[in-house]
């Protein structure tokens, strides 16, 4: 494998080790991770700076050793977003820590809607995503509750009153 190969990261961001081939993945080279990095460090760790550095693709030309087009090909939306957590996992540098400040939790002023419908976009798929394996997962165990159900027999408040018209019923006549 050369040195810049690409590794394969799911959408969940674990890295796959088959890439594309078993199960859709996202292409990011090591040398893009390199590259944001040392921007970064370059232009004193401002996360807006490295957004717009990723988002315009690993450029940026008021910079020297990064003013000059450094990719073929614009990255995908996928691909922004998982290099940009990359880069970010790593914790924060100690250099720009201030624990003071860092503790400190600001209010948010306005207040987060809570209806569904106001998540957006990363909600609703998360919603979608969570419902889907429910009801994947219930169609899974109500099978096996109900053969469980024949081996032991359902309780009775699942098996409903006695039929005195069937010839099964015992009565004590």
Not at 111 to 133: C, F, L, N, R, W
Request: aromatic content about 6%; overall charge neutral.
């Amino acid at each position: 494998m050369a040195k810049d190969d690409p590794d394969y990261y799911t959408y969940e961001m674990k890295k796959s080790l088959t890439g594309g081939f078993l199960k859709q993945a996202v292409a990011i080279r090591p040398s893009w991770i390199s590259r944001t990095r040392r921007y970064a460090g370059a232009t004193g760790l401002d996360i807006k700076k490295i957004y717009r550095f990723v988002d315009k693709g690993l450029i940026d030309r008021s910079v020297n050793g990064f003013n000059q087009k450094a990719l073929d090909r614009d990255l995908s939306p996928a691909q922004k977003w998982i290099l940009l957590a990359l880069v970010l996992q790593n914790g924060v540098p100690e250099w720009i820590r201030t624990p003071e400040l860092d503790e400190q939790a600001p209010e948010l002023v306005i207040e987060e809607p809570e209806d569904e419908e106001a998540t957006g976009i990363i909600g609703k798929t998360v919603g979608a995503a969570t419902s889907a394996a429910k009801t994947a997962g219930d169609l899974v165990v109500k099978p096996v509750k109900s053969a469980a159900d024949l081996v032991k027999g359902a309780p009775k408040a699942e098996r409903g009153a006695p039929n005195p018209d069937s010839p099964f019923t015992k009565t004590d006549e």
